[in-house]
């Protein structure tokens, strides 16, 4: 299963669609918050199957949930923005706190920088920004991970 990740698009569905037309095969798409009113027409668009979009600090007024729990491919993921996890300054108390919760994967944003962290039994990915990015270069990017039956995953950062 190809499961496409974004983060951060802080209303920009331009910057969305491209990554879509990138990556048509994609089975699952998750949004990992500051997607700022564009939920609804993420999962209208999206046409390759589900879609987990949570809230992040910028995301007011708004029905989304703050975290997701869910399994895929018998792999526990847990996806956060990461703000109230501190993510800014260090990921290391969301990444207890997805291990405490026997999670495989951790999913998040915030920091508008892509980085994937293998800690103890979890990985950690941040896909960074589509539209703001922070990191080096400041080139947007968003995550794709391959999945497959027995859950063996293979992670990559890409760039618009």
Do not use: W
């Not at 703001?132 to 760039?159: H, L, W």
Request: proline share 3%; aromatic share 8%; hydrophobic share 35%.
């Amino acid at each position: 299963m190809k499961i496409l990740i974004i983060s951060d698009s802080h209303g920009n569905f331009s910057a969305i669609r491209k990554v879509l037309s990138m990556e048509k095969d994609a089975q699952m798409l998750i949004h990992c918050g500051d997607i700022e009113g564009d939920e609804d027409l993420l999962t209208q668009t999206f046409k390759g199957g589900d879609v987990k979009i949570v809230s992040g600090n910028c995301d007011l007024f708004c029905v989304l949930e703050s975290e997701l729990m869910f399994t895929v491919c018998n792999k526990k993921f847990m996806v956060t923005h990461g703000h109230r996890y501190g993510v800014s300054m260090t990921p290391e108390v969301l990444l207890d706190e997805a291990i405490s919760r026997g999670a495989d994967f951790v999913l998040y944003g915030h920091t508008h920088r892509p980085t994937i962290l293998y800690h103890q039994q979890i990985t950690g990915i941040n896909p960074g920004s589509v539209t703001y990015p922070r990191q080096e270069g400041r080139m947007p990017t968003y995550a794709v991970m391959e999945i497959d039956e027995n859950g063996k995953a293979d992670v990559e950062i890409r760039y618009l």
